[in-house]
């Protein structure tokens, strides 16, 4: 080594320093800071359920008991006005709201007993109540076709009157 040589310095780098201004002041927001709250799909130990099904529709193993209250209830919504080919979306949507919100308010009774989760319970069964209210509670009946009833009955009659042996 002559001595016109400067040997380069290597600066050593603590990965997890964090990083700051030409001042030396910590820049916002730390990208090592662990979250504030579980990521997205995580379920473990959740308070309040009902909340995260609302806003979700995420729901634990353990409480999809509760799909199993409801997984007749849009059926027998679409049903009362006329089946598929006769409701609106709107009207499905509301069905689809009010069916929410029974498996919200369920899960809220049955899994605390505390005065939030039954007040978040009544808010939710007035939400359903407020659905059911705005889809009506007239039955719609199904469009019939008038010619195809005709047809459906002549061939009854024919194949009735057929089966019949002819009295003299």
Known sequence: MSAG???????????????????GKFLRGNPNARRARSLRGNMNRVRFPWRVY????????????ALRLVEDYIPQLVAD?????????????????????????ALALT????????IEAAKFMQVERGCL??????RRPKALDLSGYVEGRSRAEDSTSSARPEQP
Not at 133 to 138: A, E, Q, R, S, Y
């Open 81 to 105: 006005k006329g089946g598929e080919q006769e409701i609106t979306a709107a009207e499905r949507r509301l069905a689809e709201l009010a069916a929410a919100a029974r498996v919200c308010w």
């Open 5 to 23: 040589e400067v040997l380069a310095v290597a600066e050593v780098v603590d990965p997890r320093a964090r990083p700051r201004d030409g001042k």
């Open 54 to 65: 609302w806003r979700r529709r995420a729901i634990a193993h353990a409480d999809r008991w």
């Open 133 to 138: 209210k705005d889809l009506g509670t007239v």
């Open 111 to 118: 899994r605390h007993t505390d005065a939030t989760a039954r």
